[in-house]
Each structure stands twice: as structure tokens, then as C-alpha cells.
């Protein structure tokens, strides 16, 4: 019992390695088009913080003074790299044109399927968004002279808690594919109330108050406005281990919701020439 365990331990971790280069080296063939998706969100780390310095002489907003936005926004490009997913896209068209059906029938789950491919992707734009990050940090280093990180274990619990319930959450929105012809225009309106609410355009706490509330009671924002508001120093103590559980909760839900949206879908699912 305990060898054929071990064998299948092996065979399923080959079976993931193998995935995880596959995507790897496919996402390292295009870096032209995934520096321009990068620099999507490289223009925001370095105008905003331009808008809030040039406001200097106004104080505080939302509690953060303007060299405190600098830092926040920063931290935002490095944390939203890593942790916002927007595989939706890929899960839709393989959706569309049948190829979804080689993927069903892997002799792995979907979801394990999934999460290695997401895996290699998340590690290649991760490593495309760090010289971005570093030379921006240079660039504003005159303004994050006094800046005071955390880098403590609720750091990178949150950033990897943040990627779950981004990962959660777009799975389950991927699955209304299965259900729509054309599930483009729902993935489209997606990003306009997860910029505002994730923490990504502003700081959640400079929101009016009704949309604050809005936004921790939606995932946005335990996907990148947790662990940045933790990393700058926002967050912290009670209040980030609330906001984890927060995260936890919500990857569940997304899960779940998976699950159901699947097994409904597969129902229903017609694969091309099928």
C-alpha cells in the first residue's frame, strides 16, 4: 500500500513538472506580449504616484500621506503581479473551439490541470514585472526614503492567500463559458469593479464609506488590497488575521462554486464535431 502510494506520489509530480515547463517555456515564447501586458500595469505603478506628489501640500488622504501612496502603489506593482490571474480568457476560448475536451480527459483533474499551468504563468510574469519594479522603486527612491515595509509571515500568507482567492474566483467565473455562446463581454466587465475594489486604483480606505463596505464584502479586494495594505503597514495584527480569514472564506466560496458551475456545465457541454 505504501509503495503504490509512493509511485503514484512520483507519477503525479512528474505529471505536474511536466505541465509546469510546458506552460512555462509557452509563456517565455511570446515575452514581447507579455511585457505589453506588464506594462499595463507598470503605467499606473508610475503615474499615480506622480498625480499624489504633485497633490503634496494637501496632507493626508484616506490616512496615507503622499509619500505613503508612493509606497502603496509600488508594493501594488510587485503584488498584483504575482497574485491577479486573468486565465478566464483561455478557459473561454478553449471552451468555444473544443479544445476543453483534451483537458477533461487528462488522467488529472481539471483543477490540477489548472492551477500548474497557472503556476508556470504566474512565476514567468512575476519575473517580467521585477525589473519593472525595481526600476521604478529607483526612480521614486527620493520618496520611499523613510519607508517602512513588513515582511513578516502574514506578508506572504496574504500575497499567497490573495492568489488563491484570485484563482478561485476567476475558475468560477471561467465556468459561465459553459453555459454562454459568448462569455467575452462578461469577462470585459469584470475589471471594472475589481480595479476600483481590489485596492488597485486607489486605496480602498480613500473610497466613500458605502463602497469601502462594498469592497470587503466582495473578493476584489482580498485578492491584492489585503497583502498590500499588510506589506505597507496598514493591516496588522487582529485586523490582518481578520482579513486573512476573510481571504480563506472567500476562497472556499470560489471553490464551491466551481465545483457546482462544473458540474452543471459539463451537462450541457457539446464539444466541436461532437
Known amino acids: 500500500m505504501v509503495a503504490s502510494r509512493t509511485g503514484l506520489f512520483r507519477r503525479r509530480s512528474r505529471q505536474y513538472a511536466g505541465l509546469f515547463r510546458i506552460y512555462l517555456s ?11 501586458w506588464v506594462l499595463t500595469d507598470v503605467v499606473g ?4 504616484p506622480l498625480v499624489w506628489l504633485a ?60 492551477l500548474c499551468r497557472n503556476a508556470a504563468w504566474r512565476l ?38 490573495g492568489h488563491l482567492v484570485s484563482i478561485a474566483t476567476v475558475l468560477a467565473m471561467a465556468m ?25 486604483m486607489f486605496p480602498v480606505s480613500m473610497l466613500p ?20 495594505e499588510i506589506l505597507v503597514g496598514r493591516l496588522a495584527g487582529a485586523d490582518a488575521l481578520w482579513a486573512m480569514a476573510g481571504q480563506i472564506g472567500w476562497i472556499a466560496f470560489g471553490l464551491v462554486a466551481y465545483g457546482i458551475l462544473f458540474r452543471l456545465g459539463m451537462r450541457r457541454y457539446t464539444a466541436v464535431g461532437l
Not at 26 to 36: C, F, G, Q, R, S
Not at 124 to 147: D, E, K, M, Q
Not at 176 to 197: D, G
Not at 209 to 228: D, E, Q, R
Open 124 to 161: 514567468g510574469r512575476t519575473l517580467v514585472t521585477l525589473p519593472w519594479f525595481v526600476l521604478i522603486a529607483v526612480a521614486f527612491s527620493g520618496s520611499l526614503g523613510a519607508a517602512n515595509v513588513h515582511l513578516g509571515w502574514e506578508t506572504f500568507a496574504a500575497l499567497l492567500l
Open 55 to 114: 497633490a503634496k501640500g494637501s496632507g493626508e488622504l484616506g490616512g496615507y500621506t503622499p509619500e505613503g501612496l508612493v509606497l502603496y502603489y509600488v508594493s501594488m506593482l510587485l503584488v498584483a503581479g504575482f497574485v491577479t490571474s486573468h486565465f478566464m480568457w483561455d478557459i473561454g476560448m478553449e471552451i468555444k473551439e473544443g479544445v476543453f475536451s483534451a483537458h477533461i480527459i487528462r488522467p488529472i483533474s481539471y483543477l490540477e490541470f489548472i
Open 26 to 36: 509557452d509563456m517565455l515564447a511570446y515575452p514581447a506580449t507579455v511585457t505589453i
Open 45 to 48: 505603478a508610475f503615474v499615480m
Open 209 to 228: 464609506g458605502w463602497t469601502v463596505w462594498l469592497a470587503k464584502g466582495t473578493p476584489f479586494y482580498y485578492t491584492t488590497g489585503v497583502p498590500t
Open 176 to 200: 459561465l463559458a459553459l453555459f454562454f455562446e459568448q462569455a467575452r463581454s462578461i469577462f470585459e466587465m469584470y475589471y471594472v469593479p475589481m480595479l476600483f475594489l481590489s485596492g488597485q
